[in-house]
């Protein structure tokens, strides 16, 4: 009985760092495997997945400038954001951001540079059909006028203040992001139920929303989200919120690469390197040797 139960429980407790990294390896290797129509499908499906978390954060801080301190209104926005990496792990979707993680597998020899870097360019573009549209849903629905335009300010803001970073700060913020982002995901793989996977996704992910940090599929809702209210929103808008479309002039459509380019090389630093590279440094090095 007590050898049995010794198995049981070895089996519901979560795996040991040398087992994630294996598993991570594993399905770095399997991911390449699949065919175009599948990876494109599945990077859209975590850009919509993403944008949806992004889209409830937006709404959670709407009206909450000057009514709830700056730490925990943003606390609250990082933790309804997890929705996102909750839907892409327990969905089951593909996340350019969380794909670095990919670089255990090639760093060991198991696919190479030119099987990773296919994956990555089609799950990026599904990402960016996949945010980019449901952003677009999210405009013709209407729902960025909720609040009284609380919500639409609250995009407005955000879109713009991504739109103002300079390339060096977007790039850092975007490999601190990235940490954050790989950690969840690297801690899911471990998780053995849902339950265990959406508690460690939730801290790591809320923690780089509180602290500001830049990720590439995100700001691919939240920016172009903020421009379409800029071209398109009704003057009745613009006259609720005692504003004009000239007051977010600094929010472009080629601001927004300038965004988006830097966050994605800092997010494969951060994901792929600094996580990705070192574990495998830790666990698959030896072994590989």
Same mark, same amino acid.
């Given at each position: 009985?007590?050898?049995?139960?010794? !198995?049981?429980?070895?089996?519901?407790?979560?795996?040991?760092?040398?087992?994630?990294?294996?598993?991570?390896?594993?399905?770095?290797?399997?991911? #390449?495997?699949?065919?175009?129509?599948?990876?494109?499908?599945?990077?859209?499906?975590?850009?919509? &997945?993403? %944008? +949806?978390?992004?889209?409830?954060?937006?709404?959670?801080?709407?009206?909450?400038?000057?009514?709830?301190?700056?730490?925990?209104?943003?606390?609250? %926005?990082?933790?309804?954001?997890?929705?996102?990496?909750?839907?892409?792990?327990?969905?089951?979707?593909?996340?350019?951001?969380?794909?670095?993680?990919? !670089?255990?597998?090639?760093?060991?020899?198991?696919?190479?540079?030119?099987?990773?870097?296919?994956?990555?360019?089609? !799950?990026?573009? /599904?990402? &960016?059909? /996949?945010?980019? /549209? #449901? %952003?677009?849903?999210?405009?013709?629905?209407?729902?960025?006028?909720?609040?009284?335009? %609380?919500?639409?300010?609250?995009?407005?803001?955000?879109?713009?203040?991504?739109?103002?970073?300079?390339?060096?700060?977007?790039? =850092?913020?975007?490999?601190?992001?990235?940490?954050?982002?790989?950690?969840?995901?690297? +801690?899911?793989?471990?998780?053995?139920?849902?339950?265990?996977? $959406?508690? !460690?996704?939730?801290?790591?992910?809320?923690?780089?929303?509180?602290?500001?940090?830049?990720?590439? $599929?995100?700001?691919?809702?939240?920016?172009?989200?903020?421009? +379409?209210?800029?071209?398109?929103?009704?003057? #009745?808008?613009?006259?609720?919120? /005692?504003?004009?479309?000239?007051?977010?002039?600094?929010?472009?459509?080629?601001?927004? &690469?300038?965004?988006?380019?830097?966050?994605?090389?800092?997010?494969?630093?951060?994901?792929?390197?600094?996580?990705?590279?070192? =574990?495998?440094? $830790? =666990?698959?090095?030896?072994?590989?040797?």
């Amino acid at each position: 009985m007590n050898e049995n139960s010794s !198995v049981h429980t070895l089996q519901i407790d979560a795996l040991l760092p040398q087992e994630i990294a294996e598993r991570a390896e594993a399905i770095g290797v399997q991911k #390449t495997r699949r065919d175009v129509v599948t990876l494109f499908a599945l990077g859209i499906l975590a850009g919509a &997945f993403i %944008a +949806l978390g992004a889209m409830f954060a937006t709404t959670v801080l709407a009206g909450a400038q000057g009514v709830l301190p700056f730490g925990l209104s943003r606390l609250l %926005a990082g933790f309804v954001f997890s929705l996102g990496l909750i839907l892409v792990v327990l969905g089951g979707a593909e996340l350019f951001t969380g794909n670095t993680l990919m !670089v255990m597998a090639w760093a060991a020899r198991k696919l190479s540079l030119g099987e990773m870097l296919r994956a990555w360019t089609i !799950v990026y573009a /599904g990402n &960016f059909v /996949g945010a980019v /549209g #449901t %952003a677009l849903l999210v405009y013709l629905s209407g729902q960025y006028l909720d609040g009284n335009g %609380a919500v639409a300010t609250v995009a407005l803001q955000i879109g713009l203040q991504k739109a103002m970073l300079p390339y060096d700060r977007a790039f =850092y913020l975007g490999i601190l992001c990235n940490v954050l982002v790989c950690l969840a995901v690297w +801690l899911s793989l471990g998780a053995r139920s849902a339950i265990d996977k $959406v508690a !460690v996704i939730v801290f790591p992910v809320s923690a780089f929303v509180v602290a500001g940090f830049e990720h590439s $599929v995100a700001n691919m809702y939240f920016m172009p989200l903020a421009l +379409l209210i800029k071209w398109l929103a009704p003057d #009745t808008l613009w006259t609720v919120l /005692g504003q004009t479309p000239a007051n977010y002039s600094g929010l472009t459509m080629s601001r927004f &690469f300038v965004n988006l380019i830097p966050v994605t090389i800092g997010n494969i630093i951060g994901g792929g390197v600094l996580v990705g590279g070192v =574990y495998w440094f $830790v =666990y698959l090095r030896k072994r590989t040797a």
